[in-house]
């Protein structure tokens, strides 16, 4: 366990926070064990909690089947505030639950951005609410014609957008062709960008093989994500999902100064798919998340490999300051 990894006590309990459709007050907390077996459950949930030192943001968490599903995970994995990744349509039933556990998640707008109404849905999601662009994930060219509509609503609206790039057989590609993305950054430079996934993290090496989603091994410095990150105020990463947790595993030393380096353009992300904040019903395989919540690895990867005062920018300040939260 990494410090700061333990437990948390009653006074960093929320005093009002649903769990599986449960208010749970801060005093049904603290007279859980004395009263009722199911509230000793929950309170021995919350004694697990993970203390990270301070409030966390989790920028990429999508919306969940599971009634009152998203704070469940973020109180879980003791995350304090979360971005809500979910697509136009879903905004709804987002909303509601936000009133709910209020103050803690806002909420970012997606589409298929082939679809010829997908600039006037986006607009109106920002007139509603929404404060960002994304996760956007189709099947086209983070170059070509329907991405560069977006990014010029993007700086219009002024909200950031949020990539996931995915080079790989045909079928599979999204946002296609990160490595030509520096010229995406010089053409709009009033655009902010997010980058995120497989394409995104193993493009941090020079050799990043377009056939390997999760590269393991040693990091060629010099790759394109890596440059960009340097070069560009306008691009910042998205550090959520398995390509993002084996991003930190796979060299840790590369990982250690590349967090130093980009301490002021990388933000803390889960996209964890697991119902309590702990592991449960976590589907992948993968070895870095299997059985476990994306949250607390990704997270405790980040405490082991920075400083307290980098972990705090990367999991709090600089989301907070560019999504002005
Ligand atoms: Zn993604
Ligand atoms: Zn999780």
């Not at 589907?283 to 920075?306: G, M």
Request: charged share 25%; glycine share 10%; aromatic share 8%.
């Amino acid at each position: 366990m990494d410090n700061g990894a333990a437990n948390a006590g009653a006074d960093t309990i929320p005093r009002n926070v649903v769990v599986y459709g449960v208010v749970i007050t801060r005093r049904s907390v603290l007279l859980a064990g004395a009263v009722a077996a199911p509230f000793a459950a929950l309170a021995q949930q919350q004694q697990a909690k993970p203390d990270w030192g301070g409030p966390i943001l989790d920028i990429h968490l999508h919306p969940r089947d599971q009634e009152d599903g998203e704070i469940a995970h973020m109180v879980g994995c003791g995350v304090s505030n979360a971005i809500i990744l979910g697509t136009a349509a879903e905004q709804e039933r987002t909303k509601g639950r936000m009133a709910r556990a209020p103050g803690r998640m806002k909420f970012f707008a997606s589409v298929n951005v082939t679809r010829p109404d997908a600039g006037e849905t986006l607009r109106k999601a920002v007139k509603a609410g929404a404060i960002g662009l994304g996760e956007l994930k189709s099947q086209v060219d983070c170059d070509g014609p329907e991405m560069r509509r977006i990014y010029e609503l993007a700086a219009e609206l002024q909200v950031p957008v949020l990539l996931h790039f995915q080079d790989g057989p045909a079928g599979q590609v999204f946002n296609g062709g990160v490595r030509r993305f520096g010229g995406i950054l010089k053409a709009y430079p009033k655009t902010n960008f997010i980058g995120h996934a497989n394409s995104f993290w193993a493009n941090v090496s020079t050799d990043a093989p377009a056939d390997v989603a999760y590269p393991s091994g040693a990091i060629k410095k010099g790759g394109v994500s890596d440059r960009l990150l340097a070069e560009f105020p306008n691009f910042y990463g998205d550090l959520a999902a398995n390509s993002g947790r084996n991003f930190l595993g796979r060299d840790p030393d590369f990982a250690a100064r590349f967090l130093e380096r980009h301490q002021n353009k990388l933000m803390f992300g889960s996209d964890c798919p697991c119902r309590d904040g702990a592991g449960a019903g976590q589907v992948s395989t993968e070895k870095w998340i299997r059985d476990k919540c994306v949250a607390r690895e990704t997270l405790a990867a980040l405490k082991k490999l920075t400083t307290p005062a980098v972990f705090r920018k990367i999991t709090w300040e600089n989301g907070s300051k560019l999504l002005k939260i």
